[in-house]
């Protein structure tokens, strides 16, 4: 390939890269005396805590953080994101793009096998791609793929194949667009683009779904239902073998529960729950532990049912944002595991606004709005049920400040608590609650990967059922919108009529905040999550005799 060819590509790729720049560097700096000068040794169990069980591991039907814990475990995808969250290469050695942002080859590397041994090819990934758009298999996330040229046809069942999903031969595919998708190259690092075995997955879904085969560093060994889920080391993965011989998700619902286990010494991390992180600063007896902390591409929100009475009302939805003292709530609730929301976006992500006021306490404008909407006092509003699946002790206390500041304006509220998240994504799914307690995290580090899901009329990840016109209008307009300064503009134009319309109440960011065994090495964490952190890098540096003793 000529010299001048390869300049525009990378000149392209650059762009698509930093198009969307502004992310901040993400990279922990992982502290002590061994930073950078031990050699990473073999061997060990790193035994790591999930709040809830996964409702799925196929990464075509996840919507959890939960089950991408494990997902970006077991599977690899084309792409895969770096510690500053750029697209680096995965199963696709390298790659090329037309100038236009169309037409995109990728060219995989030889050799990588799946768990059962079978070598992956680029016809895996067409099937991997076409499943996600199959209408039959309801892919909550088939719209980050629905500019492949011909997808419409295929989803219609006119034709069996997509025709801009081409496998050119066991190593090179072709995907085709009809418009340039800005987010696109970051799309296929997502969880839910990862690579998986026709043979394995065709006819068997559901067993899929409990028992996976991917071709990532760790090979699924066992799931205990409301237990545990072990992996284990992939010695044939193509990158190398991953230091760690097992991982042990181990699920543990009550953070208080985690904390004292990993005190103990039968987790190798853990998050520190808000009642402790003063206590976490304080005493010294913890300074032993490796304490990392870092703001998080996320969002806490009360979400409104706006398909129900009395939440069809803007004036009630925007009188409950009024309501509400949030800076109260973080203060002295949440305290130092978040940030206050203004908006939607958080900081860090590009288009966030830091000028945007959001909504302020004022139960005095509040009660104007509801007389507006025709409940004045509250009164005529039913009884409010209000959902969560949380059991932090602090969720508790959050749920119980949001019933008292809306009880100041005559509103009364019920708390129920779903016994599993599968139960409250069902809830929520039937859109039977009224309203609910619910996290976002971001998949990429792109606003589209926010406000796309939450916001666009016909999104599955639309728990309010909002819609809006002119919102569905501009969330597709920025997709296709390659200018920088533009695709921000719409963001922030977006973000404003979602304010306006209140289909929820923004409370929080979280910050990462963990503590992590002396011994751990190698965590590489970025401002996606900890269900994005690479476990292949990690190691301990000792095994400690009670970890061997407790996993024999």
């Not at 799925?56 to 690899?76: E, G, H, K």
């Not at 889920?229 to 190398?240: K, M, R, S, V």
């Not at 007896?285 to 998080?296: A, G, V």
């Not at 916001?455 to 569905?472: A, G």
Request: charged content about 25%; some cysteine.
């Amino acid at each position: 390939m000529e010299k001048p060819k390869i300049a525009r590509i990378l000149l392209f790729l650059l762009g698509m890269l930093l198009g969307l720049g502004g992310v901040l560097p993400c990279q922990a700096q992982w502290p002590g005396p061994f930073s950078g000068k031990e050699r990473p040794r073999q061997g060990g169990v790193y035994r790591r805590p999930l709040s809830h069980e996964p409702s799925s591991l196929d990464p075509a039907r996840t919507t959890d953080v939960y089950a991408n814990t494990v997902v970006n475990q077991l599977f690899d995808g084309l792409v895969q994101f770096d510690k500053h969250l750029n697209p680096i290469p995965a199963m696709a050695g390298f790659w090329e793009a037309s100038l236009d942002g169309l037409r995109w080859t990728f060219y995989l590397r030889q050799g990588i096998r799946f768990h059962n041994g079978r070598e992956v090819t680029a016809a895996d990934v067409v099937y991997s791609f076409q499943r996600i758009l199959d209408p039959a298999l309801q892919s909550p996330v088939a719209e980050f793929f629905q500019y492949i040229q011909g997808v419409n046809a295929f989803r219609e069942g006119r034709v069996p194949h997509i025709e801009g999903l081409q496998a050119l031969d066991p190593y090179t595919l072709q995907i085709v667009l009809t418009e340039p998708y800005a987010p696109f190259l970051s799309v296929l690092a997502m969880a839910n683009a990862k690579v998986v075995p026709r043979e394995e997955v065709l006819g068997r879904e559901e067993r899929f779904a409990r028992h996976p085969v991917g071709s990532g560093p760790f090979r699924f060994h066992r799931w205990e239902p409301h237990h545990r889920i072990e992996l284990q080391a992939n010695d044939a993965y193509y990158e190398g073998r991953p230091f760690l011989d097992r991982i042990v998700f181990t699920i543990i619902p009550q953070e208080a529960e985690s904390f004292t286990a990993f005190l103990d010494g039968a987790l190798e991390e853990v998050i520190i729950p808000t009642t402790r992180a003063q206590e976490v600063q304080s005493d010294p007896q913890y300074r032993r532990y490796i304490h990392l902390r870092k703001p998080l591409l996320h969002l806490l929100y009360i979400g409104f049912n706006t398909r129900k009475e009395p939440f069809t009302h803007p004036q009630v939805r925007q009188a409950f944002n009024y309501a509400v003292n949030k800076e109260a709530i973080v203060r002295e609730i949440t305290r130092q595991g978040s940030i206050v929301a203004r908006g939607i976006l958080p900081p860090g992500m590009p288009a966030y606004n830091p000028d945007l006021d959001g909504y302020y306490y004022s139960p005095r404008r509040a009660r104007q709005l509801l007389a507006q909407a025709g409940y004045p006092e509250g009164k005529g509003l039913p009884v409010i049920d209000l959902w969560t699946s949380s059991q932090k002790v602090t969720t508790a206390q959050e749920l119980k400040a949001y019933q008292e500041y809306l009880a100041e304006i005559g509103v009364r509220v019920e708390i129920h608590q779903a016994p599993n998240w599968q139960a409250f994504k069902e809830r929520l799914t039937a859109g039977k609650a009224s309203m609910f307690r619910l996290a976002w995290y971001a998949d990429i580090p792109d606003p589209d990967n926010f406000l796309f899901p939450l916001l666009f009329s016909q999104s599955k990840m639309n728990r309010t059922f909002y819609q809006n016109p002119v919102v569905d209008r501009l969330l597709e307009q920025a997709r296709r919108e390659t200018n920088y300064l533009k695709r921000i503009a719409i963001y922030r134009e977006v973000e404003r009529r979602a304010l306006n319309d209140a289909p929820w109440i923004s409370q929080s960011h979280r910050v990462f905040d963990y503590l992590y065994q002396p011994y751990v090495r190698g965590v590489e964490l970025n401002a996606l999550g900890p269900h994005y952190i690479p476990m292949k890098k990690i190691w301990l540096r000792s095994k400690p005799d009670t970890q061997v003793q407790r996993e024999r």
